[in-house]
């Protein structure tokens, strides 16, 4: 179970986070932040390219500095847009590859939103689990 204080923090550091994306393109600013399972907060901007398809999500950010950290499972993760706008596909599919169905809060820049889960968004998917 996340408790309040911790779904709080997490929302506060994607907000604070968001300040640092690097989207002078899309102008559309992402900032996440997973609640990893020894209670640390890692985050992650959208850093867009000139070359626009080399663009990489926030929240795809989060999760390889995560990896690279040595930290794989996280409990929730919040994710901060203008208008909460949901994960993109590629997004949910890697998020999905290292937590369960834990909860995803969305959150517009006025704190604002509405909490799902990532199996609520990415139902019936391709796992680790297909490959055993
Ligand atoms: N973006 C994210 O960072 N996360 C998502 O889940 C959706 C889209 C970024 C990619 C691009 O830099 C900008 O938002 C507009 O698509």
Same mark, same amino acid.
């Given at each position: 179970m996340i408790s309040e204080e911790q779904r709080a923090a997490l929302?506060? !550091?994607a907000l604070a986070v968001r300040a640092k994306a690097y989207? *002078?393109?899309?102008?559309? *600013?992402? #900032?996440a932040a997973l609640l990893m399972e020894d209670g640390s907060?890692?985050?992650? $901007?959208? $850093?867009e390219n000139?070359?626009? #398809?080399?663009?990489?999500? !926030?929240?795809?950010?989060? $999760?390889?500095? !995560?990896v690279s950290q040595g930290?794989?499972? @996280?409990?929730?993760v919040a994710v901060v847009t203008d208008n909460a706008g949901s994960p993109c596909g590629a997004c949910r599919?890697?998020?999905?590859? @290292?937590?369960?169905? $834990? *909860?995803v809060y969305l959150v517009d820049a006025g704190g604002n939103g509405r909490d799902t889960t990532l199996y609520a968004l990415l139902p019936d998917h391709f796992g680790p689990e297909h490959l055993t």
């Open positions: 929302i506060q !550091a989207a *002078p393109y899309s102008n559309y *600013p992402v #900032g907060i890692i985050t992650g $901007v959208n $850093v000139a070359s626009y #398809g080399l663009s990489m999500c !926030a929240e795809r950010t989060a $999760v390889f500095k !995560a930290q794989q499972k @996280f409990l929730a599919q890697v998020l999905t590859e @290292f937590a369960g169905d $834990v *909860p």
